[in-house]
């Protein structure tokens, strides 16, 4: 099984030294891959560029960053790549990216695919390009149909491969990797991993992103929310079998957003 994570830039020297910590942590199990975050209108951009690079001379593992297009312009887009080609990174994790609050202008490039489509006329093949899935949808899509036709334009301006949004009901990968096969695509489809170890953090990020949460497992998550213990259990055992599910069922890559700490998905990875 191949697996890959995702990081965010740190802010402070302490949270460097914790990163640096959790990606030794990691490294052990040779993943594919780590991705590095980008903040909305390119907010984290030097701290983005200084994560990826240090990754990259530190250890031994390929890394992407990810690139967001709203509210730059081609000039800076390709400034960045440029910066990225330089160094030797050579895969990007490609995004629209949030619009933030009270942004009127949101750049030369407004969507994915156009970012995607602009990398493909620059680099041609030099960077392999990453993009988002949504198997629920995403939260701006009118229905699942114009996520699909979303999706698809990404694939046909370039993409070489997608990870998911978290999810927690396996039904909904399978369905959307089914119904973008039936529109002749065939990209690899990573599911994104999103470890359970608090109850207000995953139903706050949930309702920001519009990922589902099974009732079933917001109730007990409800009831566990002040026994830390019991709690990451739970969280565990359904990621768990959410992993395996997916796995028994021919899934052979997994994307793990790590929130920058190792323990609870090294867990995961040790008992799968």
Aim: contains cysteine; hydrophobic residues 35%; charged residues 25%.
């Amino acid at each position: 099984m191949k697996t890959s994570f995702e990081f965010f830039p740190p802010q402070s020297e302490k949270g460097k030294d914790n990163l640096q910590q959790v990606i030794k942590q990691i490294s052990k199990i040779n993943p594919e891959y780590f991705s590095v975050t980008y903040g909305a209108g390119g907010t984290t951009q030097e701290s983005t560029f200084e994560t990826v690079i240090d990754i990259k001379n530190n250890n031994k593992v390929r890394v992407a960053p990810h690139l967001t297009c709203i509210g730059a312009s081609k000039n800076i887009t390709k400034s960045i790549l440029d910066k990225y080609k330089a160094n030797g990174i050579d895969k990007v994790v490609a995004l629209r990216g949030d619009i933030p609050s009270g942004m009127q202008n949101t750049g030369e490039l407004r969507y994915a695919n156009e970012l995607v489509e602009f990398i493909k006329s620059e680099y041609d093949d030099y960077f392999h390009i990453e993009v988002a899935a949504y198997p629920e949808s995403h939260p701006q899509a009118t229905n699942i149909g114009t996520e699909l036709s979303n999706f698809a334009q990404k694939v046909r301006a370039g993409a070489d491969g997608a990870i998911t949004q978290y999810f927690y009901n396996p039904d909904a990968y399978f369905r959307f990797v089914d119904d973008i096969e039936k529109l002749g695509i065939d990209i690899p489809i990573t599911p994104g991993i999103m470890p359970i170890t608090n109850y207000s953090n995953i139903v706050r990020f949930s309702n920001m992103c519009d990922a589902q949460i099974p009732k079933w497992i917001t109730e007990r998550l409800r009831l566990y929310r002040d026994d830390k213990e019991s709690l990451l259990a739970f969280g565990e055992d359904v990621v768990l079998k959410l992993c395996q599910t997916l796995i028994d069922n021919g899934v052979d890559s997994l994307h793990f957003y790590t929130m920058n700490r190792s323990e609870p998905i090294m867990n995961i990875i040790k008992k799968l």
